[in-house]
């Protein structure tokens, strides 16, 4: 707790501090028609992360229209929040004027520049403190909700402007590094999306690399074993190492720290997992992410594969590196393949017997290694800048505890 006598900082709710609004119920349906397109994009709980606006799928609508509704248009300083759903407490700030129209789920909160600073707010409502004050006025229903009169009921720790003003801008300086590195990281792996289509095709070629690439269906490659199987929950915390599902799904390359156990006895016939092996995913709840690949480049010793995977090893690394393997089978012709195979409705599955069928162009194993080692440079450098990321996240975490509380006085506070 602060001493408020002291500091002179006071705790208020935030309808005291703020006009909370949401989207009244007629606009839901007299004047939303997304069909007709338009300048201003419609804010809806898809669109609000805590790192900014994703504008990858917006709803628009005439200018006039959001004009012609002034309790939900939304102007420069306006604070959005998501109240419904999965992402509630999601937040972010807008940062023009007659571009956005406050749409579903999403809550607007204006706030009254006489007593917040509309950036220190937001940084208030992103805090551990807020999000946890809005857990506890959330609903308990199957799908989380905020009604208004809670939200105006969350609590905020409210210094004198100056001060609010000075915190906002030290700690805008951490979200701008933030928003730099991750414009970096978003710009480097659409540049290695871009590199893979060309330099995996053979679009584009190095320089002294003009031969014909050979083409071969996976089942010439290698051959396939199952993961694990007749195994029961109990089976699972104790015992041997085994790769994980999520460790396949998310990674091109096995994460050798991202392990768990299985028991295995004496008498089992189990398939162990080599180096060099490649390793795909035989089901998923999209079809866009059923068989995702992941080759094992370290050696782990006795290891096995989880239940729903499946791996392919190869007969040799002349015809097909691992190296490159790992780039090949996440390429986008690959996953369009694979993409033709997924069947089902609720979970989408692949027969292996058709994935070994999909047929791959190959260059030779020099041609390959300088294609490898160009994409994995991108990666060696995606690593670093995440971790820059992380670092820089923790780091305005740490402040935000210390500065939002009083903890840490900025210069010039009393």
């Known amino acids: 707790m602060i001493n408020t006598k002291k500091s002179h900082w006071v705790e208020k709710n935030l309808g005291e501090i703020s006009l909370v609004t949401k989207l009244a119920g007629y606009e839901y349906t007299s004047h939303f028609d997304y069909s007709i397109g338009g300048e201003c994009v419609v804010i809806r709980a898809i669109n609000v992360t805590n790192q900014g606006l994703d504008l990858r799928d917006i709803h628009t609508i005439p200018r006039d229209v959001s004009e012609s509704l002034p309790r939900s248009s939304l102007r420069a300083g306006d604070i959005v929040l998501v109240y419904v759903g999965a992402t509630i407490g999601k937040t972010t700030i807008i940062e023009e004027n007659n571009k956005y129209h406050l749409g579903p789920n999403v809550a607007k909160i204006a706030a009254f520049a006489e007593l917040i ?50 915190i906002a801008a030290i700690l805008s300086t951490w979200d701008a590094a933030i928003t730099l590195t991750r414009r970096l990281i978003e710009a480097l792996q659409q540049r290695k999306r871009a590199l893979m289509d060309v330099l995996l095709t053979g679009q584009v070629r ?28 109990e089976d699972f915390g104790e015992g041997e190492f085994y790769i994980p599902y999520r460790n396949v799904f998310e990674n091109s390359a096995v994460d050798p720290l991202w392990l768990e156990r299985v028991s295995i006895s004496d008498n089992e016939r189990q398939n162990r997992v080599d180096v060099g092996d490649i390793l795909f995913t035989v089901s998923s709840e999209t079809p866009d992410e059923v068989g995702m690949s992941s080759v094992l480049l370290d050696d782990l010793g006795e290891c096995y594969l989880n239940s729903f995977c499946f791996g392919l090893r190869l007969h040799d690394f002349e015809t097909l590196m691992p190296h490159y393997a790992r780039y090949l089978f996440r390429s986008q012709k690959f996953r369009h393949a694979m993409l033709e195979l997924a069947q089902g409705s609720t979970r989408y599955n692949i027969s292996k017997r058709e994935v070994l069928k999909i047929e791959v162009s ?43 509380t009083g903890a840490v006085r900025v210069q010039g506070s009393e």
């Open 117 to 166: 600073d509309p950036y220190f707010l937001l940084h208030q409502m992103r805090s551990q403190a807020f999000q946890y004050d809005l857990q506890s006025l959330t609903g308990s229903t199957s799908q989380p909700a905020l009604s208004m009169e809670n939200l105006r009921k969350a609590r905020v720790i409210v210094p004198p402007l100056p001060e609010q003003r000075r």
């Open 206 to 233: 190095f320089p002294g690399f003009d031969g014909e690439w050979m083409s071969y269906q996976l089942s010439q490659l290698g051959v396939t074993y199952t993961g694990l199987s007749g195994k029961s929950g």
């Open 362 to 404: 190959i260059p030779t194993t020099i041609e390959q290694e300088k294609i490898a080692n160009l994409l994995s440079a991108l990666d060696d450098q995606l690593v670093y800048l995440n971790r820059q990321s992380e670092h820089l996240q923790a780091q305005k975490r740490g402040l935000m505890q210390k500065l939002l």
